[in-house]
């Protein structure tokens, strides 16, 4: 059990003018002007945020974003997010970007008391950066009652549930461009998935697997062997049938699955947009994780585009992960039509794979919140 919200203010005797120190994930997207290109996570952020804020709490956030080298660096300042959350959630404090202190990523104790310096609890709402063992995620609750936030929980308790007792059939639908990134989760999936759908990118490295020529389209050679034992194993994975591929001139064409040397697999076919689109369309539970194709460009969309329609028509319970996939749910604007969109790329998938997180760990053996005791 994850400390609630709820168990943080019982442990403090309540929160009025508490001080609460909130690790959120405001790593935005920004834009080439500098601005924020998309503003979800810190929505994603305001229903903790507003219910500290009703119970009287002094809410100090803090968070990181980008990757600048442990030291202060303009591009990646958090101004623009300070400004932004300002007109959500006036009154909140809002540190600069954790990172600009090398501590941080190094996980060193010094920032974490720093950071808890003055403040009477802390609330973990950063899910998206709960599968890094840094300070700001695992440092305080060594020395101040902690608590999940509402999103840390809502993801936890979705994502472990895809774990535990998912309604069936539950279908996995992964793509993205590496298969080295995915391997784990695909093993991970095979233990409770009735079937794991692969396209994207690394459908290709399956399809090599299986001795199809795939022309110019991404391929991890070292990864071959890997996926020919999973195909061998008799784990229920489909591959594509169909491949939409662009060929010399800038020619898109449709291909089964064997590939001419000069073209490049971008996407699903239709054929199998329409078999993996049956599949969603009666599975009880759909994890979605990974474009399926190179959705950005308008000629190889299609697919990703079919399956998040599939996923949004569907009757079962819909889960989006992936940084990419989610971007393009949203490119859809069917977003809303999901049951979970995750705000974490990384951390969903590590939290599926692993069944638990460095961030999800502290929380619970914080001590003072009543988490402690409650494992599992
Ligand atoms: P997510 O962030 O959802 O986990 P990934 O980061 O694994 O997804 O992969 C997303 C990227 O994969 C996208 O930029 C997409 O264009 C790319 N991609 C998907 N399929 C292909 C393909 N067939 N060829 C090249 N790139 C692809
Ligand atoms: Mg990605």
């Not at 080439?32 to 500290?52: H, Q, S, V, Y």
């Not at 300042?77 to 190094?106: K, Y």
């Not at 599975?283 to 959705?295: D, E, I, Q, R």
Request: glycine content about 14%; charged content about 20%.
């Amino acid at each position: 059990m994850l400390p609630t919200l709820e168990s943080l203010s019982a442990a403090l005797g309540g929160l009025a003018g508490r001080r609460v120190l909130l690790r959120a994930d405001f790593n935005v997207p920004l834009g080439d002007d500098g601005r924020i290109a998309d503003d979800f996570r810190i929505k994603a952020a305001l229903p903790t945020i507003g219910w500290l804020v009703a119970q009287g709490a002094e809410v100090v956030a803090c968070s990181h974003l980008g990757r600048p080298e442990g030291k202060p660096d303009s591009r990646y300042s958090l101004a623009p997010v300070r400004a932004r959350l300002g007109e959500f959630a006036p009154g909140v404090e809002l540190l600069e970007n954790l990172r600009f202190d090398a501590g941080e990523t190094g996980n060193d104790d010094r920032l974490a008391q720093r950071l808890v310096d003055g403040c009477h609890g802390y609330v973990n709402d950063a899910f998206g950066a709960s599968h890094r063992s840094h300070a700001s995620i695992v440092g305080p609750p060594r020395y101040v009652p902690s608590a999940a936030g509402r999103l840390l929980a809502k993801e936890a308790e979705v994502l472990l549930g895809l774990r535990a007792k998912p309604k069936r059939p539950f279908v996995a639908v992964l793509g993205g461009a590496k298969v080295s990134d995915k391997l784990g989760v695909i093993d991970a999936l095979l233990k409770t998935a009735d079937e794991v759908l692969v396209g994207g990118g690394m459908c290709f490295t399956f399809l090599a697997a299986l001795g199809h020529p795939v022309g110019g389209s991404l391929l991890q050679g070292d990864q071959i062997e890997a996926c020919g034992r999973l195909l061998q194993s008799g784990a229920p994975i489909r591959l594509p049938s169909d491949i939409t591929a662009l060929a010399p001139g800038e020619r898109v064409v449709q291909a089964g699955v064997e590939l001419h040397p000069d073209w490049r697999g971008l996407d699903i076919g239709p054929g199998t947009a329409a078999e993996f689109g049956d599949l969603i369309a009666t599975a009880g539970t759909v994890l979605w994780n990974g474009p399926m194709g190179l959705f950005e460009d308008p000629r190889f969309a299609a697919g990703t585009k079919a399956v998040a329609q599939a996923l949004a028509a569907s009757r079962a319970f819909t889960v989006v992960g992936g940084g990419d996939s989610a971007a393009a749910v949203r490119q859809f604007g069917l977003d809303r039509e999901m049951d979970h969109v995750s705000t974490g790329g990384g951390a969903s998938l590590e939290l599926i794979e692993q069944g638990d997180l460095p961030g999800l760990r502290a929380l619970r053996e914080s001590a003072g919140t009543g988490g402690e005791d409650r494992d599992g």
